[in-house]
């Protein structure tokens, strides 16, 4: 499956490196009345973003305008030159504040904005410090939510799951990781009292599946495959013992590379 040239390669990390340097290279745009609110800054901050966020993506980007990311209700919202469609969810957080848990989106939304996998939930935080009316951008993350370690997000109690960043001090990125390992993740994190009993469940169900894979039988005839003795002798010979041989066996003359 084609993924992201943004984040699967060292694109997002350039990203990153150009966020700063741009909004640093604004001239002041607090006042001394609004300095002092995290929410004015952070709207201020957002909005630099969000008018000049193609320019920051360069050739990467496909798509892009304020009025795109208002129908998407996003706060940047943005289509790739690989039609991959990424909807971006600013959070700033100043560093001389103290906890902050910012909520990303719920369990159920992401589930359902991930059944298409050419679609990106993007998480991009902006940490800031401030001295007199400055600000000035200290660290930026760009990355897909299931780059997030779970080590610093958490699960709220609102609706079906809010995800949350634990401490915004605390951000946790784990590269290129799969999105589909990150997601069956959710599971222990909603359900912690069952996750010994997935983790034991796990291996027996991969290898029913495996078999059914191998054997080609629909899921509800395999009750009816698997009393017919000879079928299955045939097709645990073959699939696990014959093709297994063969295919070693012709490894033996492929080039070394």
Known sequence: MKKSRIFYTAAYQKIENDIVRFVNSQ?????????????AAGDAIQG?????????LGDLCGTYSAEFARRAMADIAFTDKDGFYNFVDVKTHRLDTHFDMPNLTSVERLTRFYEDNKNYFVVLTVAYSVKGTRVKVEKVHFVPIEFLSWECLTIGALGWGQIQIANSDKIIVNPKYSRKKWMLLIVG???PRWSDIFEVLLWPILALLLYT???????????????????????V?????????????????LPDR
């Open 48 to 56: 630099i973003l969000a008018d000049h966020f193609d320019g920051i």
């Open 189 to 191: 994190v909603l359900f």
């Open 213 to 235: 894979t191998f054997v080609q039988v629909p899921m509800v005839h395999l009750r009816q495959a698997v009393s017919e003795v000879r079928f299955v002798r045939s097709a």
């Open 237 to 253: 010979i073959g699939n696990f013992l014959v093709i297994p041989v063969i295919v070693s066996g012709l490894i033996q003359f």
């Open 27 to 39: 001239k002041d745009f607090m006042s001394k009345a609004t300095i002092s609110s995290t929410r």
